[in-house]
């Protein structure tokens, strides 16, 4: 069996889109591990009505659930089961959750909408029927035989007022997707949707604007009353005809002028790309078909449609644990090792998992554990430890692990150019002070303060000098709708006091991360 295919925006080509809803099958989706408790998702081939009927909506994917879950569903050959005006080769709807076992703002949720080979027809066997037209000027004749009407002879040149068997409306196939993310410390909700082959009474039409027009199903026609058959009169039992009567009946036919039939006409609005945005949900529409026949709605129909949107609001932005566990594997960091005069400062976030556990942190001069301190509620641990042997603050064994289990966090340098040795909030602003350890550079050089936007990308947003001893201190805004901050300080340094090289190299503090509630 064939799986739903994912919609993919650089598939535009109608061969493309054509196959795109052609591929849904039968097969409901795997359960995810986990529920996005916060997102809200729901997919429909199609919804409407049918001659003012109920409406229908005869697939959908987890259709007024409270919160987005992973669901497939798909159709093919649905013609027999539809209302009597609608054809459909195939159909289908889905939503999907990305990082379901992740809290919300990590995750991505989806929903899709999609059909192939849709056709809105005006059948004969539909309860309409083409008017008649009115025969009142068609009279009734006196003769020897006795007064005969001549209404029923010119009423059986009426076409029988059964609609022609024919698409008025057909649709190679459609898709709408609609998604919903955390991006830049806020939900972001998009749609978008494709159409391919749309065609009104065979002739195509554009898919990129709203179309309202009257078409003609039946074409105008004019009668002849001359043409009359008088066989078809309605006569007494044993009246026969004579041909002076008949000579008589048929100058008063030819004299009556041609009935005219109008034209039986049908209103077609075709809307695509809807978009509707209500508080913090988004239903994108790939289209909408509206038919109205003879005066009467024969289909109000929605076609392929998607929603997302946010359930109790999500919170788009991590702590600062969350975001100094988003760029890593490890489930257990040690952000930072400050020395001071007589003891070592360490501070460490462990995943959710560890809150309340003990943490080892270890000297790996001598492979000894100096710390034990306990995973906080928000995830962080501190601790502090004896400065270590003189001989050894400088050199590269004087590093430190975070051990938890089996989770091993990576081992931090002692001694390092700059370090950040004090951070303080007050809202959402933030002051943070540090020291560079000389030589400096000549002459000395601007630090440059940072904040990580993503895991690869890091933004340059203050520029501040330190002092003549290396120290520094500055107060930065928090960006906003973020729960926390990360940032990082570079400047330039020399490597030795001696001589009078002026050749500096990079030197950075470890990535600092602030809680901005």
Not at 196 to 220: F, H, I, K
Not at 373 to 398: E, H, I, K, Q, Y
């Amino acid at each position: 069996m064939m799986a739903i295919p994912v919609f993919h925006p650089a598939r535009r080509s109608l061969a493309a889109a054509a196959a795109l809803a052609v591929a849904f099958a039968l097969t409901p989706a795997a359960a995810a591990p986990a529920q996005a408790a916060s997102w809200t998702c729901e997919g429909s081939a199609v919804r409407g009505t049918v001659l003012g009927a109920a409406t229908i909506e005869p697939l959908t994917a987890n259709k007024g659930q409270e919160t987005c879950k992973p669901a497939r569903a798909g159709l093919t050959g649905l013609t027999a089961s539809l209302p009597l005006p609608i054809g459909l080769s195939a159909l289908g709807a889905e939503t999907t959750v990305e990082n379901a076992d992740q809290p919300a703002d990590r995750q991505r949720v989806t929903a899709f909408g999609g059909i192939t080979d849709l056709r809105v027809r005006a059948l004969p066997e539909l309860p309409l029927r083409i008017p008649v037209p009115d025969l009142s000027a068609v009279p009734a004749v006196s003769t020897p035989l006795g007064t005969i009407d001549l209404k029923p002879a010119v009423a059986a040149l009426l076409p029988d007022g059964r609609l022609p068997n024919a698409d008025i409306v057909s649709i190679q196939a459609l898709t709408a997707r609609a998604a919903g993310r955390c991006a830049d410390g806020r939900a972001e909700l998009t749609g978008e949707s494709r159409v391919a082959g749309l065609s009104v009474l065979g002739q195509e039409l554009p898919v990129n604007q709203v179309v309202e027009r009257t078409v003609s199903l039946v074409d105008s026609q004019s009668i002849d009353p001359s043409d009359a058959n008088l066989d078809n009169l309605q006569l007494a039992p044993g009246v026969v005809l004579t041909n002076p009567i008949k000579a008589q009946l048929q100058q008063v036919l030819d004299a009556l002028p041609d009935i005219v039939i109008p034209a039986t006409l049908a209103t077609v609005k075709i809307t695509p790309g809807q978009q509707i945005r209500s508080g913090d949900r988004l239903t994108q529409r790939a289209l909408q078909v509206q038919v109205s026949l003879l005066g009467q709605q024969l289909v109000d129909l929605v076609i392929g449609e998607a929603s997302v949107g946010t359930s109790g609001g999500v919170v788009c932005g991590q702590t600062a644990a969350e975001s100094a566990l988003a760029c890593t594997t490890r489930r257990l960091v040690l952000v930072d090792v400050i020395p001071g005069r007589r003891r070592v400062r360490l501070l460490g976030y462990a995943d959710n998992r560890y809150v309340g556990r003990r943490v080892g942190i270890y000297f790996m001069a001598n492979g000894r554990r100096v710390a034990r301190p306990l995973v906080r509620r928000d995830g962080s641990f501190r601790a502090t430890a004896p400065m270590p042997a003189r001989r050894l603050r400088a050199t590269n064994r004087a590093r430190y692990q975070a051990r938890i289990g089996r989770e091993r966090s990576l081992r931090l340098k002692l001694m390092r150019r700059m370090q950040v040795l004090g951070v303080r909030t007050s809202g959402r602003r933030v002051t943070i002070a540090g020291r560079v350890v000389p030589p400096l550079g000549r002459p000395i050089r601007a630090i440059e303060v940072r904040r990580r936007v993503s895991c690869s990308r890091w933004q340059v947003v203050k520029r501040i000098r330190p002092t003549r001893t290396g120290h520094f201190r500055t107060t930065i805004a928090g960006p906003p709708r973020s729960l926390s901050a990360t940032y990082r300080f570079a400047t330039r340094v020399r490597s030795s006091a001696r001589g009078k090289s002026r050749k500096t190299f990079e030197t950075f503090t470890l990535p600092r991360f602030v809680d901005l509630g």
